[in-house]
């Protein structure tokens, strides 16, 4: 695939997955499928450039929603492009800043809902990580697969991945 088309087709998935965005019955991972199918359908690329594609849309939206502080102020974002905003050409920005709002909006719910219903709780197994207990805040790390012990400090058995 010739570089401009890359590009283009970067945009037009950029594109579609806003649009699939609006629609806020979707996830983000919804979201991507449909924008993905609707690239798809303009043609000339293969699902495989497609999806590579999709992988470097969402690279580049997630480091913006997860990046700290972001605003959609000029000044953070020429900071985050470490270059004055007004030097962007041909790009929609703003459909970009929103879907990175939206992803960053999506990933919060998703990690409150995860917390939620997903607790780690003492005599559990967990995979290697650091625990703050919900109790005391006091942490405890595993270097590798553990049961989750009792806190040591206050004896609580609720924790939260940090």
């Known amino acids: 695939m010739g570089e401009n088309k890359l590009i ?4 037009d998935l950029m594109g579609h997955l806003y649009e699939a965005l609006d629609d806020t019955l979707h996830s983000v991972a919804d979201a991507l499928e449909i924008a993905k199918e609707k690239t798809s ?3 000339g690329h293969t699902q495989e450039e497609i999806n590579k594609i999709a ?3 969402m690279r580049d939206v997630e480091h913006v929603a ?19 905003i007004d030097l962007i050409e ?4 703003d ?23 997903h607790p780690y709780k003492s005599g559990e197994v967990a995979g290697p990580g650091t625990f703050v207990c919900d109790a005391c805040g006091k942490q405890i790390a595993f270097k590798s697969t553990s049961i989750i012990p009792a806190c040591p400090e206050c004896k609580g058995g609720s924790f939260s991945r940090v």
């Open 41 to 43: 359908a303009l043609g």
């Open 90 to 93: 041909n790009f929609a920005l």
């Open 8 to 11: 283009k087709a970067y945009d």
């Open 66 to 84: 997860t990046a700290p502080s972001q605003q959609n102020d000029s000044n953070s974002l020429s900071e985050w492009l470490k270059f004055d």
């Open 55 to 57: 992988d470097y849309v």
């Open 95 to 117: 459909a970009f800043m929103d879907i990175a709002d939206k992803t960053k909006v999506k990933l919060a719910a998703l990690e409150m809902e995860a917390k939620l219903y």
